[in-house]
């Protein structure tokens, strides 16, 4: 039998800023991430979460994170670290909790594209341009791009990230950190996605967040290449001119989409079967990436 879900954790004496998916809490000069079971689709959070999807998350950042070899936040994920209320609920922490440094948050998602997906297919299909980038004209839906590119968005504390241009984010973080992120973010992408297509599994794109130390130093926080940060396709089912299936929500959101709920009131239960086979892609791609045939 599956564990019942956790969608929101408690603890006392710390304060807590709860996201859609997460419980984060302030410790001092550290963070505990707590990557809850709650899930979310069309800007709301369903009713009813998906067993085990924290744990998967956190196990998921820690394998690219331990694999990237680059800078980050990562301190423990070993709940032993942690302050005493969270030892004394270790239950429920362990295993979906990571320890973090402190950063001051850049306020630039970093968006990585090596494929014509999502909110770019959309903007190409009106003006053959991702984020003002012009791109060779006749590309189909899902088409891998020349090279990848770089694409950064507005951080939206409630719906939607806005997709901007080079420039408009450089107006915000000055050219010099906007070329260094981009650079550093790409270089991430590349290296994963050529990872990733060796497990059968194609990188079409990832959101990375970016914060900086007191001393100015520039290193990778939040999730890392998860499927709730990241879009993943089979490469045995991929192919252009279609949406391939994803390793995500994309079976929540399509089984919404054939309902009557109206996107503008809360949400309908989840029946168990879209829950099962929602975790079932999480585990899929967690297993695909990370373990390894004897």
Same mark, same amino acid.
């Given at each position: 039998?599956?564990p019942a ?31 809850t ?7 709301w959070?369903?009713? @009813? ?12 950042s ?10 980050? *936040?990562? #301190? =423990?994920?070993?709940?032993a ?18 320890? %973090?440094?402190?950063t001051?948050v850049?306020p #630039?998602e970093c %968006? ?14 009106q003006?053959?341009?991702v ?16 090279e ?14 806005? @997709?901007i241009?080079?420039a408009?984010?450089?107006t915000?973080?000055? /050219?010099?950190?906007?070329n ?7 270089? #991430?992408?590349?290296r994963?996605?050529?990872y990733? /297509?060796?497990?059968g599994i194609?990188l ?8 900086t130390?007191?001393?100015?130093? #520039?290193?990778l ?9 990241s ?14 299936? =994803? ?7 399509d089984?919404?989409?054939? &309902? ?22 999480y585990r899929e791609?967690y297993?695909r990436? &990370?373990? *390894?045939?004897?």
């Amino acid at each position: 039998m599956s564990p019942a879900p956790l969608l929101q954790s408690r603890v006392e004496g710390f304060p807590l800023r709860q996201g859609k998916v997460r419980d984060v809490y302030d410790l001092g000069d550290t963070l505990a991430f707590v990557a809850t079971d709650r899930i979310s689709a069309f800007d709301w959070v369903m009713p @009813n979460g998906i067993p085990g999807k924290g744990i998967i998350l956190t196990a998921m950042s820690k394998f690219w994170l331990d694999w990237l070899h680059v800078p980050n *936040h990562w #301190i =423990s994920d070993d709940i032993a670290d942690f302050p005493a209320a969270f030892r004394a609920q270790a239950d429920i922490f362990r295993g979906r909790t990571q320890l %973090v440094t402190k950063t001051k948050v850049i306020p #630039i998602e970093c %968006v990585a594209r090596g494929y014509l997906a999502g909110s770019g297919w959309k903007e190409y299909r009106q003006h053959g341009t991702v984020c003002g980038i012009p791109l060779p004209s006749g590309l189909r839906e899902s088409e891998r791009l020349p090279e990848p590119i770089f694409t950064p968005a507005t951080k939206a504390e409630t719906g939607h990230d806005e @997709n901007i241009a080079f420039a408009q984010m450089a107006t915000v973080v000055g /050219e010099n950190v906007g070329n260094e992120l981009k650079e550093r973010t790409l270089d #991430i992408y590349r290296r994963a996605a050529t990872y990733a /297509e060796s497990r059968g599994i194609i990188l079409a794109d990832t959101k990375l967040e970016w914060g900086t130390l007191p001393n100015g130093e #520039i290193i990778l926080i939040d999730e890392v290449l998860t499927p709730d940060s990241s879009r993943f396709w089979p490469k045995e089912s991929y192919r252009t001119g279609i949406s391939p299936p =994803s390793f995500d929500k994309q079976f929540l959101r399509d089984w919404l989409e054939t &309902t009557p709920w109206d996107k503008a009131s809360p949400p309908p239960n989840l029946p168990q079967d879209v829950i099962e086979k929602t975790a079932a892609k999480y585990r899929e791609a967690y297993e695909r990436l &990370t373990v *390894h045939e004897n």
